[in-house]
């Protein structure tokens, strides 16, 4: 089966740097994906990895690792507004999205 | 009118009523979804049209009927649903043809609750 693995909570202070995790086991890979989603709001695109490397984008950054099935999201300088859900989601060779279950992620002052 | 929009925003339903959920997208997108998403579970792709045809129908129970009239509007209509019906539905539309890359835009959903 295809699946995909992030952790259900996190929690990281104002100000700090935290690093949520993706792992996915698909059939194929065609990208990856990071959207945000804040309570009650619709999820909101974020990065699209297809290569192995960082993509940087301000405050946030994304890594893909092709090989070993796994990616991240960077958040630096953290703040209140990041408090939300992250949903990774990977594209497979039929260019169907599998979604993870989400992070949801806690910012305390 | 930006994005991707979506109406009601809340419903509450009986199990023997019919309701419709209406879904617009000011992308000029041509690929429209509907997804369902229960707390801590992954989100459900339920139907997929590209270009107005239907490609894509998950298994998805026929007490949920959609409807593609043009590739601006999406409609979900319900009937005879069953309290594990309650979730968020989100509508989501992409431009439908660099498939690997193709970014769903999402709306902010429908939280329906079937009493």
């Known amino acids: 089966g295809q699946n995909i693995d992030q952790p259900t909570e996190m929690t990281a202070t104002e100000g700090a740097i935290v690093q949520i995790n993706c792992t996915y086991q698909t059939s194929g890979f065609n990208g990856l994906f990071w959207y945000q989603q804040h309570a009650g709001e619709a999820p909101t695109f974020l990065s699209y990895?297809?290569l192995d490397g960082l993509e940087e984008k301000g405050r946030f950054s994304s890594f893909l690792s092709r090989s070993k099935g796994y990616s991240y999201l960077l958040l630096k300088e953290l703040q209140m507004k990041d408090s939300a859900s992250y949903l990774c989601?990977?594209?497979?060779?039929?260019?169907?999205?599998?979604w993870g279950a989400g992070t949801k992620l806690i910012i305390k002052p | 009118e930006t994005g991707v929009t979506q109406t009601p925003r809340h419903l509450v339903m009986g199990m023997t009523n019919k309701k419709s959920l209406k879904c617009e997208q000011h992308?000029?997108?041509?690929?429209m979804y509907w997804y369902k998403q229960s707390a801590k579970k992954p989100l459900e792709l339920m139907f997929v049209y590209n270009f107005k045809e239907q490609t894509e129908n998950n298994s998805v129970p026929s007490r949920f009927s959609p409807e593609c009239p043009n590739s601006s509007h999406l409609f979900l209509h319900l009937h005879t649903l069953q309290p594990e019906d309650s979730a968020l539905y989100l509508c989501?539309?992409?431009?439908?043809?660099?498939?690997?890359?193709?970014?769903?835009?999402f709306g902010p959903g429908t939280r329906l609750t079937v009493l």
């Open positions: 989601a990977v594209t497979d060779s039929n260019y169907q999205l599998i």
């Open positions: 989501a539309s992409s431009q439908g043809w660099d498939r690997g890359a193709d970014t769903q835009y």
């Open positions: 992308l000029g997108h041509n690929a």
């Open positions: 990895n297809v």
